[in-house]
């Protein structure tokens, strides 16, 4: 099983609510990925976890906070975003963050901020 | 983390060969060179990696020169299928991804 699964496939949220995202991946990876993408833009890495602990946050806003409750497990939860923040976010994993490596995509959640 | 400078776009035409050349001037000695497809409203998927001479897998071939300032993906046969973004990534931690090739492929 070489999946990335991502839940909801689409979100609406008001500026005052608060949301979560799910990743979930069966690999066995030790290393997961959240990434935000604008239309006809790349993705911009967020945040890497290693291990279950974030390594890298890519000086993202608070109003975006990652949690890694298990080895599978990636979540991204929402509060007080902008419409600004409106996009398609991205999970990824790999096995680890020892180069070289390969990352697996999920098929990401559209995001609508309103 | 080296910076990488793509074409915009290229177009091709089904069945021809597509060759899409990155510079990476900055390239460390622990970096590797990785591409990268993305179709639309999708997550990238892996093409393939390398870091010095050739690499070839089911899909692509990369071309690394001797210097590594440069990389080229070569996609034979293309199809219709093949029309998509590539990005191409030197890291040796991260993935930065740069603007990325547009690639169209025409009948």
């Known amino acids: 099983d070489t999946e990335v699964t991502q839940t909801p496939k689409h979100l609406v949220m008001g500026m005052t609510n608060k949301k979560s995202l799910k990743c979930e991946q069966h690999m066995g990876h030790r290393a997961m990925y959240w990434y935000k993408q604008k239309a006809k833009k790349p993705p911009e890495l967020m945040f890497v976890?290693?291990?279950?602990?974030?390594?890298i946050n890519e000086s993202v806003p608070s109003r975006f906070s990652p949690e890694c409750p298990n080895s599978s497990l990636l979540n991204l939860h929402l509060h007080a975003l902008q419409p600004e923040d409106s996009a398609l976010y991205l999970c990824a994993s790999s096995q680890d963050v020892t180069v070289p490596y390969e990352q697996y995509f999920g098929p990401g959640t559209r995001l609508t901020v309103t | 983390l080296a910076k990488t400078t793509q074409p915009i776009s290229m177009d091709s035409y089904e069945g021809q060969e597509v060759n899409i050349t990155c510079s990476h001037n900055?390239?460390?000695?622990?970096?590797?060179i990785t591409w990268y497809q993305q179709f639309p409203s999708q997550g990238p998927r892996f093409i393939i990696q390398?870091?010095?001479t050739k690499v070839t897998n089911e899909v692509a071939s990369l071309f690394i020169p001797a210097d590594r300032k440069s990389s080229t993906l070569s996609l034979p046969r293309v199809s219709l299928s093949d029309t998509a973004v590539y990005y191409c990534l030197v890291s040796d931690y991260k993935l930065s991804f740069g603007a990325g090739t547009t690639v169209t492929v025409r009948a």
């Open positions: 390398g870091y010095k």
């Open positions: 976890y290693s291990y279950e602990k974030l390594s």
């Open positions: 900055n390239i460390a000695t622990n970096d590797y």
